[in-house]
């Protein structure tokens, strides 16, 4: 069974360690189920190729069970997808070894992004299950080539020194509502229904973890969630932050309706506190 996880950036110290998962296989060991770590390549910044990936991986201390880049740099590395109900695509490029499970483990890091606002369930199934040329192309305005890379200078106009805020190029990037739409559609793609979201509300930085520096928290730890649902989830937990903080803290929650309108999941939940 896969544990589809986020390596992290060399250079970031904000991704979950793998010594948080050491129960999920544990559990799944117990009861002969083989986990497998679940990985895909980016589309710019050190995790591009599988074989410095993998290096990666094994840098981060992922190396308790088999690690596995679910695109590769093979030509089957991905499938297409079909979708319907969307604005920006009628099929979606998914990494195809991820694609043939229908039960995956799914560990997000709830934190802040760039260009969502937030990242958690909703980005991990969306961007984290899109193959390195699917990535490209939910990102990019211009035409990406085939086993080509985004050019980050490009992207970045410039960043305020102050806030660490960044300055889109217009021209070459998505960002904001345009780019989380297409995110929940890849999401959409992804998305089976025996998939289970364990999202970790901790190390609340202010950036996602493909930044290779090293953040400090900007709120405290919240806790760890689970669903079915990668909504709902993300929902709980940005309401339960800005409840907790008495303002609003991640933007980018327009996200939830769009993806409710699409189908990839629903702004309903019900919150079950186990101890």
């Known amino acids: 069974m896969p544990i589809?996880?986020?390596?992290?950036?060399?250079?970031?110290?904000?991704?979950?360690?793998?010594?948080?998962?050491?129960?999920?296989?544990?559990?799944?060991?117990e009861n002969n189920i083989d986990p497998i770590f679940m990985e895909t390549n980016m589309a710019n910044g050190g995790r591009t190729?599988?074989?410095?990936?993998?290096?990666?991986?094994?840098?981060?201390?992922?190396?308790?069970?088999?690690?596995?880049?679910?695109?590769g740099d093979e030509k089957?590395?991905?499938?297409i997808i079909p979708i319907s109900g969307g604005k920006?695509?009628?099929?979606?490029?998914?990494?195809?070894?991820?694609?043939?499970h229908e039960n995956v483990l799914i560990v997000s890091h709830f934190k802040g992004h760039g260009m969502t606002g937030f990242g958690g369930a909703i980005k991990m199934l969306g961007i984290g299950f899109a193959s390195r040329d699917g990535k490209a192309e939910a990102h990019a305005k211009v035409e990406i080539p085939k086993n080509q890379l985004?050019?980050?200078?490009?992207?970045?106009?410039?960043s305020d020194q102050n806030t660490k805020d960044i300055k889109w190029n217009d021209d070459y990037v998505y960002h904001g509502s345009e780019f989380m739409e297409r995110v929940a559609e890849y999401g959409l793609a992804a998305k089976k229904p025996k998939h289970l979201h364990v999202v970790f509300a901790t190390n609340l930085v202010k950036d996602?973890?493909?930044?290779?520096?090293?953040?400090?928290p900007i709120y405290s730890d919240l806790g760890i969630f689970a669903s079915l649902d990668p909504v709902a989830i993300d929902k709980a937990i940005l309401d339960m932050m800005d409840k907790r903080a008495g303002k609003t803290t991640y933007w980018g929650r327009e996200i939830f309706d769009y993806s409710k309108k699409i189908g990839l999941g629903n702004i309903e939940y019900k919150l079950v506190e186990v101890l």
């Open 208 to 216: 996602c973890d493909c930044d290779g520096k090293e953040m400090t």
């Open 49 to 71: 190729k599988t074989d410095t990936h993998i290096q990666i991986a094994k840098d981060h201390g992922f190396t308790r069970i088999p690690f596995l880049v679910a695109d």
């Open 88 to 100: 920006h695509f009628a099929e979606c490029k998914i990494a195809s070894k991820l694609n043939e």
């Open 150 to 158: 985004i050019d980050w200078s490009k992207a970045v106009l410039d």
């Open 4 to 29: 589809k996880i986020h390596t992290g950036e060399p250079g970031n110290i904000s991704f979950i360690k793998p010594q948080f998962m050491d129960g999920m296989i544990d559990f799944l060991e």
């Open 76 to 79: 089957d590395g991905e499938v």
